[in-house]
C-alpha cells in the first residue's frame, strides 16, 4: 500500500530539478553544443541502446550488400551525461533521443530523426530491406508500427519498473510484465511458420524488432530480466533471434566503435 497521494496540480522535484542531465518537463537545447561532422555523407549520432543499434545495424547491413554510398560516420551521444540535450543535437532531432542522422549527400542536408524514420529512409534511399508491391509494404509497415507503439511498455514500463526504478514495486512490475510476455507471445505465434517478421525476405522490420525483443531473449537487456520472464519458451522466437544474430551486420553493430563528440 503506497502512502504517495496525488496532488492536484503536479510540480517537478526539488531532486528532480537538480538533475540537469535527466527528464525535465520543458523541451529544447539545455547548452550551446558543437557536434563533429565527419567527412562521410552520412552522420549518425548515437549510443548502442535497442533504438540507436536499429540505426547502426541497417548501415552495417547496408554496408554487407555493398552499397557504397551508404558510408558513415558515427558518433557516441552520452545520454547518461545529457549530450542529447545539447544545442546541435537538438537541432537535429528537438525530441532530444537517439538515434539521429543528418544525410549531407545533397545539396540541403537531410536531417533524420526516430529510429524507424532512419530505418525507412534508409531503405528508401538504398532500394534494400523494404518490399516493393503494396501489400507487402503494408504489412511491413504494419510491423514497424507496432514496433514503436509496443516497445515502450517494455523499456519504458517493464525495463523501468523491474531494473531501474530505485525500489520494487509489485503493481507496475507486474502490469508490465504481463504486457512484455503477451508481445513475446505476439512474436512467437507470429513466426510460427515465418522465417522473418514480413514473411520470407529480411527486411527492415526485422532490423526494428530485433534489438529490443531479440536482445530481451538473449538475456542483454535488464539484468536477469530473461529468466524472470521465462523467455527461452518462446521456442519461435528464439529460433528468428538466433538467426538474426548470426548476421555479419548484427555482429559487427553490437560490437561498433563510436567516435567520442568532445
Do not use: C
Amino acid at each position: 500500500m503506497s502512502d504517495y497521494t496525488i496532488p492536484k496540480v503536479w510540480e517537478e522535484s526539488q531532486e528532480a530539478k537538480k538533475n540537469k542531465t535527466g527528464n525535465q518537463p520543458v523541451a529544447g537545447s539545455r547548452f550551446e553544443q558543437k557536434l563533429p561532422v565527419g567527412e562521410q555523407p552520412l552522420q549518425v549520432y548515437s549510443l548502442n541502446t535497442p533504438n540507436g543499434m536499429k540505426a547502426t545495424i541497417m548501415l552495417e547491413e547496408l554496408k554487407e550488400a555493398g552499397i557504397k554510398d551508404a558510408k558513415y560516420d558515427l558518433y557516441k551521444i552520452d545520454i547518461g551525461d545529457g549530450d542529447q540535450f545539447g544545442s546541435d543535437f537538438v537541432k537535429i532531432n528537438p525530441n532530444s533521443k537517439i538515434p539521429a542522422m543528418v544525410d549531407y549527400s545533397y545539396d540541403e542536408p537531410i536531417r533524420v530523426f526516430e529510429s524507424v524514420s532512419i530505418l525507412l529512409y534508409l531503405a528508401d534511399k538504398f532500394d534494400k530491406f523494404v518490399p516493393n508491391s503494396l501489400a507487402e509494404r503494408t504489412e511491413l509497415m504494419n510491423w514497424l508500427f507496432w514496433q514503436t507503439g509496443a516497445a515502450p511498455f517494455v523499456g519504458g514500463g517493464f525495463g523501468h519498473f523491474y531494473y531501474y526504478a530505485p525500489y520494487a514495486q509489485e503493481y507496475p512490475i507486474d502490469r508490465y510484465t504481463m504486457e512484455t510476455k503477451r508481445q513475446l507471445d505476439l512474436l512467437d505465434r507470429h513466426l510460427a511458420d515465418k522465417e522473418y517478421i514480413n514473411g520470407d525476405e529480411y527486411t527492415i522490420a526485422d532490423i526494428a524488432i530485433w534489438p529490443w525483443y531479440g536482445r530481451l531473449v538473449q538475456g542483454e537487456l535488464y539484468g536477469d530480466a530473461a529468466t524472470f520472464l521465462n523467455a527461452q519458451e518462446y521456442k519461435n522466437l528464439n529460433a528468428w533471434v538466433d538467426k538474426i544474430a548470426q548476421r555479419p551486420a548484427i555482429k559487427r553493430a553490437i560490437n561498433i566503435a563510436y567516435k567520442d563528440i568532445k
